[in-house]
């Protein structure tokens, strides 16, 4: 699930419990176990309630005050929203995953060949090695001005990254990104 980054503590920390999101439809399901900057987190509940039924003490539990979240969801009182209610249950293991740049040649290739399987299936051709090394160039570019210099809009660049970020390979900044230290250790082997 994607929090910005003002909630990442209050995730790991155990204090934010509760989110509430404008759907049309559940991205998540109770008993799933989702990434998060600020840990694993599954999810125990997921329904939809109107928003006047949102109370101070849910608000806090989503790390906001009852206005601000009023305000972020916008709309009329009846109009419905998702209640999702989730635990952290550890540490996002892409940290972990990210910083380990002590690979062997196995690992390595393993990783080229991941690379190359998803440069396969992309409908518009190989696009991996070309996103990491504009990340390396660029590191804190907004999504959106990287994305246009691969001609693309954002949403699609950005489900790239994420591609390469489920890999260990890069890294989220406040504002755009840049490559792990497996990430710097996988491009010098592709170079």
Same mark, same amino acid.
């Given at each position: 699930?994607?929090?910005?980054? /003002?909630? =990442?503590?209050? &995730?790991?920390?155990?204090?934010?419990? &509760?989110?509430? /999101?404008? =759907?049309? /439809?559940?991205?998540? @399901?109770?008993?799933?176990?989702?990434?998060?900057?600020?840990?694993?987190?599954?999810?125990?509940? %997921?329904? @939809?309630?109107? #928003?006047?039924?949102?109370?101070?003490?849910?608000?806090?539990?989503?790390?906001?005050? &009852?206005?601000?979240?009023?305000?972020? +969801?916008?709309?009329?009182?009846?109009?419905?929203?998702?209640? #999702?209610?989730? !635990?952290?249950?550890?540490?996002?293991? @892409? %940290?972990?995953? /990210?910083?380990?740049?002590?690979?062997?040649?196995?690992?390595?290739?393993?990783?080229?060949?991941?690379?190359?399987?998803?440069d396969r299936a992309s409908?518009?051709?190989? =696009?991996?090695?070309?996103? +990491?090394?504009?990340? $390396?160039?660029?590191? *804190? %570019?907004? $999504?959106?001005?990287?994305?246009? *210099?691969?001609?693309?809009? !954002?949403?699609?660049?950005?489900?790239?990254?994420?591609?390469l970020k489920a890999l260990?390979? !890069?890294?989220?900044?406040?504002?755009?990104?840049?490559?792990?230290?497996? *990430?710097?250790?996988?491009?010098?082997? +592709?170079?």
């Amino acid at each position: 699930m994607l929090f910005t980054q /003002r909630f =990442w503590a209050g &995730l790991a920390d155990g204090s934010i419990t &509760l989110t509430f /999101r404008r =759907w049309s /439809r559940p991205q998540v @399901r109770a008993g799933g176990q989702y990434h998060s900057p600020g840990g694993e987190l599954l999810v125990s509940t %997921v329904r @939809r309630v109107p #928003i006047s039924s949102i109370s101070r003490r849910e608000a806090k539990r989503a790390g906001q005050e &009852l206005d601000e979240l009023l305000a972020y +969801l916008g709309g009329e009182p009846d109009d419905l929203v998702f209640r #999702i209610e989730f !635990t952290c249950v550890g540490e996002d293991p @892409r %940290v972990a995953l /990210r910083a380990d740049a002590d690979l062997d040649a196995e690992t390595l290739a393993a990783l080229g060949a991941r690379l190359d399987r998803l440069d396969r299936a992309s409908a518009r051709g190989p =696009w991996t090695r070309a996103t +990491l090394a504009a990340i $390396a160039a660029q590191p *804190g %570019v907004r $999504a959106g001005d990287l994305a246009t *210099g691969f001609g693309l809009e !954002t949403q699609p660049f950005k489900l790239d990254v994420r591609k390469l970020k489920a890999l260990g390979l !890069t890294e989220s900044l406040t504002v755009g990104y840049r490559l792990s230290p497996r *990430g710097e250790a996988v491009l010098a082997m +592709l170079s």
